[in-house]
C-alpha cells in the first residue's frame, strides 16, 4: 500500500506565494511512480493541476502554466507544488496523487489540504 500526507495549506492573500508539500510512505511506493497534484474547488469537479515524472519532466495545467511549479525529491520520497501569483480562483482542496503505471489512471490519492486565496 500506498500512503500520501499532504502539508502546507493556508490562507494567503492575491498575489501571494504557498508551497504545498506531500510525503509518501508504503511498502509498494516506488521513486519510479509519477507524482501529480490535483484540485477541487467548491462545486467544481477535480482537475488537473501538474505533474512529474521519475526522470524529472514535468507538465502543467494551461490554468498554473507560469505560475506553479511541481518538483520532487525522491530522497524524501516527497513532491511539491510551489505557488506563485495566487489568483482567488486557485481557492481549493488540493490533492497529492501516485501513478504506478499499470494503468493510465492515478492509483493513490492524499486526503487532501486545503489553499484558500482571498482578494
Known amino acids: 500500500q500506498v500512503q500520501l500526507v499532504e502539508s502546507g495549506g493556508g490562507l494567503v492573500q492575491a498575489g501571494g506565494s504557498l508551497r504545498v508539500s506531500c510525503a509518501a510512505s508504503?511498502?509498494?511506493?516506488?521513486?519510479?511512480?509519477?507524482m501529480g497534484w490535483f484540485r477541487q474547488a467548491p462545486g467544481k469537479e477535480r482537475e488537473f493541476v501538474a505533474g512529474?515524472?521519475?526522470?524529472?519532466?514535468?507538465y502543467y495545467a494551461d490554468s498554473v502554466k507560469g505560475r506553479f511549479t511541481i518538483s520532487r525529491d525522491n530522497a524524501k520520497n516527497s513532491v511539491y507544488l510551489q505557488m506563485n501569483s495566487l489568483k482567488p480562483e486557485d481557492t481549493a482542496v488540493y490533492y497529492c496523487?501516485?501513478?504506478?503505471?499499470?494503468?493510465?489512471?492515478?492509483?493513490?490519492w492524499g486526503q487532501g489540504t486545503q489553499v484558500t486565496v482571498s482578494s
Open positions: 508504503g511498502r509498494t511506493f516506488r521513486t519510479t511512480y509519477t
Open positions: 496523487a501516485a501513478k504506478s503505471g499499470l494503468t493510465a489512471e492515478y492509483d493513490y
Open positions: 512529474i515524472r521519475w526522470s524529472y519532466s514535468t
